[in-house]
């Protein structure tokens, strides 16, 4: 059997750098806002997805899931704990959603916390000295940080398309201006193109204030059958389209962290998430254009005007006249990261996905207090992970 | 005696590189570095051979890395310094240091030419090299 599955609750917890709080009570605050905002409690979860990493917490060995039914509620649920890097977020939520939806489960949670290393993220320990691991050989051959490959993606647009570098810092005052209003931002200071081209070059022609850094955070999401939703009494949210992808053959993205690329014509830059979206679109049986608000990884201010593109919401480089125009904006065509995006949270990795689906959740039940896009009826999350992991979530009111 | 940043990257002939890569040569598709089998879906032979990658390109994009990498990352006298993204033909784009090019003369479409180049100094291996472009025409 299939079922509908609907978002029950949603919560997080604020993003910022969180040196008192462990990893664990980050997650146990985001689950145990999720559970109120759903009007449940642990005896009602009956299945816990982690969107595990190896940074912190999880016993060591990413169980993060397991780690927390320890800590608060040994009730002999099945723990999932699902890998994706910065994409696990949205493995996670499909992998709830299938349990669901599959008609074993009613109650299935879905939690997301971080707590980010200082400055550059390492390579994971016990990993391969050779040229086997790409991860190894853009640090000993060139040392080409992430930023420098998103630099080069934005290099490549301004001389292709012609976007201007004030254009490019206009996206990072968007995503600032955007995060003014939601109190879970990190960043919520407005900023402007003259503050954002003054600040440091990273890797030209990026500057500090337009690539994402690193930060702490948590979210979780409690989904349930429809018999379920309609014991919350909230206004319903469903799951209309969700999905996780690979990468294509011949993607002519700059991958993080391969060194090179068999380049094929035709094939979508960034397949990973152009998949994930397009199978998305076609279990909700819409296109991009319904979409009325999207929730997209901002790893730079780059993201912001090519990703739309690449996933067919517009043509290549309309991004540059859409943010002019103000038609990504909270009350645009395409509002685009009404929370503010990566680059007003920072990233908590595998937090970040569950938080994008946290927001549209918000977004579509009105109460977005601060950054609501009006009339909001259909919302889509967008995400990608290192690996070519591409996740895609498509919510409905 | 010098040694290369990593075995099986790239080969000297005399003082010239040469990046070793892979080709498949049922479907003609090139890899570098090289690559345990063909990714190509469609290609059901997978049939793959080293392969020794031109040694001229033309540029493609690029970056001036402003920022020290962490310390993987190992280089003498360190100074901000130009990654490129380089068409080497064939749809294969490599990315590597850029050599001899002023940061605000940097252009793409400019053809460049392999060269290897020392990153720092080893007690017990040497002069460690690493490969990077160059102008193929001095400015």
């Known amino acids: ?397 | 005696m010098s040694a290369m940043v990593a075995d099986g990257l790239f080969a000297l002939h005399g003082d010239e590189p040469r990046l070793i890569g892979t080709r498949c040569t049922a479907c003609d598709t090139v890899y570098f570095p090289q690559a345990p089998s063909c990714r190509n879906p469609d290609c059901r032979e997978k049939t793959i051979e080293r392969a020794v990658l031109p040694t001229r390109g033309i540029l493609v994009s690029y970056t001036v890395q402003r920022y020290q990498p962490p310390s993987l990352f190992r280089i003498d006298d360190w100074q901000p310094y130009a990654i490129g993204l380089v068409d080497l033909g064939d749809g294969l784009e490599v990315m590597g240091m850029l050599s001899g090019f002023a940061f605000d003369g940097i252009a793409i479409r400019t053809p460049v030419r392999l060269v290897a180049e020392p990153l720092y100094a080893d007690a017990e291996r040497g002069l460690v090299l690493t490969y990077k472009f160059a102008p193929e025409i001095e400015p």
């Open chain 1, 1 to 397: 059997m299939t079922q509908p599955v609907y978002v029950l609750g949603a919560g997080a917890h604020p993003w910022g750098k969180w040196p008192d709080k462990p990893q664990l009570q980050l997650a146990l605050e985001a689950i145990d806002l999720a559970l109120a905002d759903a009007g449940l409690g642990w005896p009602d979860v009956q299945g816990l997805v982690a969107a595990s990493s190896r940074f912190e917490g999880g016993m060591g060995w990413g169980l993060h899931a397991n780690e927390i039914v320890q800590a608060v509620a040994e009730q002999g649920i099945p723990c999932v704990n699902v890998g994706g890097a910065c994409a696990a977020g949205a493995i996670a939520f499909h992998t709830a959603h299938a349990m669901i939806a599959s008609g074993e489960h009613e109650v299935v949670c879905v939690i997301g916390a971080e707590r980010m290393p200082k400055g550059f993220i390492p390579r994971p320990p016990g990993s391969q000295d050779d040229i086997s691991d790409s991860d190894y050989l853009r640090w000993v051959a060139m040392g080409a940080t992430n930023p420098a490959y998103w630099a080069i993606e934005a290099q490549r647009r301004m001389h292709e398309l012609g976007t201007s570098k004030e254009t490019l810092a206009r996206a990072a005052v968007l995503m600032r201006r955007n995060a003014a209003g939601n109190r879970l931002a990190r960043f919520r200071k407005e900023t402007t193109v003259d503050e954002v081209l003054a600040s440091p070059m990273v890797a030209d022609p990026l500057h500090l204030l337009q690539i994402c850094p690193v930060s702490d955070g948590a979210a979780a999401i409690i989904l349930g059958s429809e018999a379920w939703m309609k014991r919350t009494g909230r206004p319903a949210v469903a799951v209309a389209g969700c999905a996780i992808a690979t990468g294509s053959f011949g993607d002519p993205g700059r991958r993080i962290p391969t060194i090179a690329s068999s380049v094929r014509a035709g094939v979508t830059h960034t397949s990973e998430v152009g998949n994930a979206v397009a199978r998305a679109c076609a279990m909700a049986g819409i296109g991009p254009e319904d979409v009325n608000v999207l929730e997209m990884a901002d790893n730079t201010a780059w993201h912001i005007l090519a990703w739309p593109e690449q996933f067919g919401f517009y043509e290549a480089g309309k991004g540059d006249w859409m943010l002019e125009r103000g038609e990504l904006d909270i009350g645009g065509t395409l509002p685009i990261n009404p929370s503010g995006g990566f680059l007003s949270f920072g990233e908590a990795t595998t937090a970040q996905a569950v938080l994008q689906i946290c927001e549209l959740t918000w977004q579509l039940r009105g109460q977005a207090e601060g950054h609501q896009v009006p009339g909001a009826r259909i919302g889509m999350s967008a995400v990608l992970g290192l690996g070519a992991n591409g996740g895609s979530v498509i919510l409905k009111a």
